[in-house]
């Protein structure tokens, strides 16, 4: 009898190994069609099961120039995945002692100080930047795009160099807004805590202890003096090769790792929190992560947020626990379920703007077999709905330098029907919200509440999605910054082409006019843009005489236009078409103005 057992035992394992085999080769074929029709190089993945079995896989060419095929022993760039490894490590230290969440961050960093006028009530604390309710903004484009930057950049330069970006724009904890500056200053406090660099304390005491002896937050790339011949080189668009490059806010998005070691990561975050036996951290700290418990939209009933490194996110009629991260030349998610302690993770080693990265998601989540949420029931319309219609922008811009685009570009309209709502984003597809109660709103893709509409304490009209957070505003100033930008640019236009056919019809007399100074400071944009062209993108922060030629010429533009009206107002002989020039000169005028306001002219993409 006990051999019969033996002998059916070994034949069920040997059946679930087949079974799981065929399992891998089906999810395999399809990210392998699905590489092929989004025009990638490749990817890495790794998924848990429920009993904790981590699988890894990859497909796809490791470095385009060499043709070399990806393997599961390359090791891959994360982007913003990394800021779910830094807050585990947070929490490692809370776990110990050596932090707690609500300290405010000032008396952990006494160099930092903050511009924030609710300081007294709602100072900024470890919790806040964890869950990016700060108020802080995003980033700066010098910390995004640098060549100036190494390995050994201290962190506190993101902050010494400028101490604007400390500006504080919303009450902490109240309203969800992406801050790369954020989770670079809790790489600061790990380093203030341990005294020791940030890297160093969590390779050491994170991924160590966890096994993911592949892994690292120190700086990885493909060449030069950090080079590793493991790590898949990046691609940008049309197969273009693009090595690893430091980066200012590396707390934020530098980390190496292996699909397997990431199947790791998560099968420890699906777990209660203890090693071997030993708490390692506290399972009500890994609990919350991705389930945010303070900000306005919370208090309104919408549960879809950030928080601690994940995000609630309601994809694919699954909720599950995310993030997602983009590096140059690289593109990731982390997913995992802890109801039902599966996950995934993929890397793809090819930055795309026109790949749809969510197809890889659709395969991954099916492929773990996922039990389905049930959609919540619609509910009455809210009787004031209509006092919600009219035009909304974001509360906060993601980089401060192009706010003014954001505000053109970005911009919401909200339109109630009978049932439902229009919630209607400039180039992007229409939602359909349906209401499910008080004044919360699901989108027809999503099978929970999605929106939420409220009012704050100031009286502002807003709209939430758990990430990002929209005000409205009075809809004839919208219109009139469009009208504003609109004539502006056919001004520009006109005068340029105008100046054109001058030049080529008059030639040198031209020139030796006084209004010709528009057309030639419109002209002379040439030089920057030929610059640029010839000039790595990575270096499209740094002061260089790409940048600083447009800044110079950017500024010099409205001097130019009013020069432009002086010498018409001057001409005693005017042409028949100078008045519809002066028109031109007037919007174009006009339109600089703006600019000047919102700090776009002189365009300083160092600033």
């Not at 848990?48 to 490791?62: E, F, I, P, Q, R």
């Not at 035009?391 to 003014?404: H, L, P, T």
């Not at 009286?459 to 758990?466: D, E, P």
């Not at 020139?511 to 400071?521: H, R, Y």
Request: glycine share 6%; hydrophobic share 45%; with cysteine.
């Amino acid at each position: 009898m006990t051999r019969i057992f033996t002998l059916c035992l070994l034949f069920s394992l040997l059946s679930l190994s087949v079974i799981g085999q065929d399992h891998q080769l089906v999810l395999r074929g399809k990210i392998m069609t699905a590489l092929a029709e989004e025009k990638l190089a490749g990817a890495v993945w790794s998924t848990v099961d429920s009993n904790g079995v981590v699988l890894a896989d990859a497909y796809g060419t490791k470095s385009f120039g060499s043709k070399r095929p990806l393997s599961t022993a390359d090791r891959v760039q994360v982007g913003s995945v990394t800021k779910t490894l830094l807050a585990t490590g947070i929490f490692r230290l809370v776990t110990i002692n050596k932090l707690n969440l609500d300290t405010p961050i000032e008396k952990i960093l006494p160099g930092i100080r903050f511009e924030n006028q609710w300081a007294s009530s709602n100072p900024v604390t470890l919790r806040h930047l964890l869950d990016h309710t700060s108020g802080m903004e995003d980033l700066r484009f010098w910390q995004l795009f640098s060549k100036k930057v190494n390995p050994n950049t201290q962190l506190m330069d993101n902050f010494s160099r400028d101490p604007s970006v400390l500006h504080i724009y919303t009450k902490p904890g109240t309203q969800f807004a992406y801050s790369n500056m954020g989770y670079t200053l809790l790489g600061m406090i790990i380093e203030a805590v341990t005294k020791q660099r940030y890297e160093d304390y969590l390779d050491n005491f994170l991924l160590t202890p966890l096994g993911m002896t592949r892994s690292t937050f120190h700086f990885v790339t493909q060449q030069g003096e950090n080079a590793d011949k493991d790590l898949a080189m990046g691609h940008l668009e049309e197969m273009r090769p693009q090595p690893t490059v430091p980066m200012y806010l590396r707390p934020a998005g530098q980390f190496t790792t292996t699909a397997y070691d990431m199947g790791i990561f998560i099968r420890f975050l699906l777990s209660d929190g203890s090693l071997n036996g030993i708490p390692f951290i506290r399972e009500d700290l890994l609990r919350a992560m991705g389930s945010p418990a303070a900000s306005e939209a919370i208090a309104q009933g919408l549960e879809i947020g950030y928080s601690g490194g994940l995000m609630k996110r309601d994809f694919n009629k699954v909720i599950g626990y995310a993030h997602s991260g983009n590096t140059i030349g690289y593109h990731a998610m982390l997913y995992l379920f802890p109801s039902e302690k599966k996950g995934f993770f993929i890397s793809h080693n090819m930055d795309s703007e026109t790949a749809d990265y969510e197809v890889f998601n659709k395969i991954l989540l099916q492929s773990l077999n996922l039990r389905k949420v049930k959609e919540q029931a619609v509910a009455e319309m809210p009787a004031d709905i209509s006092k919600w219609k009219g035009n909304y922008i974001a509360v906060r811009d993601q980089i401060k330098s192009f706010a003014y685009l954001d505000f053109l570009a970005g911009f919401v309209t909200i339109l109630p029907q009978k049932e439902q709502i229009i919630f209607r984003q400039f180039q992007k597809d229409d939602k359909v919200l349906s209401p499910t109660g008080h004044h919360l709103f699901k989108s027809a893709d999503k099978m929970r509440s999605s929106h939420a509409f409220y009012t704050d304490a100031a009286g502002n009209q807003l709209i939430s999605t758990g990430f990002r957070t929209f005000k409205k505003i009075n809809s004839l100033y919208l219109w009139a910054m469009w009208l504003s930008f609109l004539l502006g640019v056919l001004a520009i236009f006109y005068l340029f082409l105008n100046g054109l056919v001058k030049l080529i019809t008059q030639r040198m007399a031209f020139l030796k006019q006084l209004s010709s100074i528009p057309f030639l400071s419109i002209f002379l944009l040439s030089i920057p843009v030929a610059l640029f062209m010839n000039q790595d993108f990575t270096a499209l922060g740094d002061v260089t005489p790409a940048s600083l030629s447009l800044a110079i010429l950017t500024s010099i533009l409205p001097i130019a236009m009013i020069a432009g009206i002086w010498a018409h107002f001057k001409d005693k002989k005017p042409a028949k078409t100078s008045g519809i020039t002066l028109l031109a000169l007037i919007f174009a005028l006009q339109l600089f103005v703006v600019l000047i306001c919102w700090g776009m002219v002189p365009f300083l993409l160092w600033a």
